[in-house]
């Protein structure tokens, strides 16, 4: 999920397909190795949508997010929090699974928010950090992707864990209920 600064959706293309453009599309698809596992990444784009009830469908959709801002535009970084609250807000009770990037890297000379901040953020968000250039293929794109995929399975494991965990509980639940019925 990204906020609505220029040149924004030239990240998930530049992910996918190793190139930049200035042609917003929506949806991207990937498929990668990751950690010898084979993943398809389904990608939304969001840059440039404003209308909230739009995020929130997009926000209840995906299973991981990207919050990008421009490293150019100090307004940019200061709408990640309220996009991390509206993530918060949409996926509860749920932990939700999210990395930080700063794009546009390689607009260095014009950069407004530095990368502490950008770190900073990160840390309080509890969430890996990036920087990158879309456009140029500065820092690893790919790198943060993948990142975003571990983080997203190994949640889904630990979950899955305690589903079964549960469900074991309540069927050892079950049957001792079952055997106090039968032994009195």
């Known amino acids: 999920m990204e906020n609505s600064c220029e040149n924004q959706e030239c990240f998930a293309q530049q992910e996918c397909w190793g190139i930049a453009t200035l042609e917003p599309e929506s949806t ?5 190795t990751i950690d010898d596992e084979v993943v398809s990444m ?16 997009h926000v ?10 421009d490293i ?9 929090l309220p996009l991390k609250n509206l993530l918060d807000e949409v996926k509860k009770p749920k932990n939700v699974t999210l990395i930080l ?3 546009k890297a390689d607009l260095d000379h014009s950069r407004q928010v530095s990368t502490e901040e950008g770190e900073k953020l990160a840390t309080e968000l509890a969430c890996a950090f990036y920087e990158c250039s879309a456009c140029t293929g500065e ?3 790919m790198e943060a992707f993948y990142e975003l ?15 079964r965990r ?5 069927v050892k639940q079950a049957i001792n209920k079952m055997l106090t019925k039968i032994s009195s």
């Open 166 to 170: 549960s469900s074991t509980t309540h």
């Open 101 to 103: 990037v700063g794009n």
């Open 42 to 57: 389904e990608i939304l784009d969001t840059a440039g949508q404003e209308d909230a009830i739009q995020k929130e469908g």
């Open 28 to 32: 991207y698809r990937h498929q990668a």
């Open 139 to 141: 820092g690893n794109i």
């Open 60 to 69: 209840r959709w995906g299973e991981g997010f990207v919050l990008v801002y």
């Open 149 to 163: 995929c571990r983080e997203v399975r190994r949640r889904k494991m630990v979950q899955g864990k305690t589903r």
């Open 72 to 80: 150019t535009d100090r307004g940019s970084f200061e709408e990640v």
